[in-house]
């Protein structure tokens, strides 16, 4: 079963390599999507795919990469779309 998610993660989340680590993850776990920084200093993050795959890009998404201190993390399951050609951040 496919789902989506909308995401939004504060903390120490922009200029650690959050973004291109989320790529990678999102890649790897064949998930579609975006990432990106907002002027507010937290990262957005649409992704879509298989569930089981989701529940593990949410893993990282929690705690990020090493360089990055995750302090909130808000996210909400959507109606899956199929809009995505890719994973691909944004800016």
Do not use: C
Not at 30 to 47: P, Q, W
Not at 51 to 68: D, H, T, V
Request: aromatic letters at 12%; glycine letters at 8%; proline letters at 1%.
């Amino acid at each position: 079963m496919k789902t989506r998610i909308h995401a939004f993660v504060k903390g120490r989340v922009q200029g650690v390599f959050f973004r291109a680590n989320t790529k990678k993850v999102a890649m790897e776990l064949d998930l579609k999507g975006f990432v990106k920084n907002l002027s507010d200093g937290r990262v957005e993050i649409v992704a879509e795919g298989k569930e089981g795959n989701i529940n593990e890009f949410m893993k990282f998404l929690k705690k990020g990469p090493e360089s990055a201190k995750v302090t909130d993390f808000d996210i909400k399951k959507e109606k899956y779309s199929g809009e995505f050609a890719r994973f691909e951040i944004r800016y």
